[in-house]
């Protein structure tokens, strides 16, 4: 079983910045990758971004070059960078990894723009 807990979430003006942070624990030996995805209200949840272990990092077209996902595999915490953040990104960003045959979420981070 991996736990994973979001935060840096918030509220945030248009064109302003966030960090979201992604702590892992538990059995982190399953970790293989890891990414961000959001839900807005009514609305589907979407992938935002991916980061595998080793390999190329993958982002949504609405987010390129804008956010930039990174981990740290020694502190088991993946990270999504947001910059010039835009109303429409307002949503709940929740963690994702998936490895030993599971994946797993964490409950989300609230992220507000306001424009």
């Known amino acids: 079983q991996v736990h994973l807990v979001e935060s840096g979430g918030g509220l945030v003006q248009a064109g302003g910045s966030l960090r979201l942070s992604c702590a892992a624990s538990?059995?982190?030996?399953?970790?293989?990758?890891m990414g961000w995805y959001r839900q807005a209200p009514g609305k589907e949840r979407e992938l935002v971004a991916t980061?595998?272990?080793?390999?190329?990092?993958y982002y949504a077209d609405s987010v390129k070059g804008r956010f930039t996902i990174s981990r740290d595999n020694a502190q088991h915490t993946v990270y999504l960078q947001m910059n010039s953040l835009k109303p429409e990104a307002a949503a709940v960003y929740f963690c994702?990894?998936?490895?030993?045959?599971?994946?797993?979420w964490g409950p989300g981070t609230q992220v507000t723009v306001s424009s």
């Open positions: 538990g059995d982190t030996i399953c970790i293989s990758a």
């Open positions: 994702h990894s998936d490895g030993c045959g599971y994946a797993f």
């Open positions: 980061i595998p272990n080793g390999g190329s990092t």
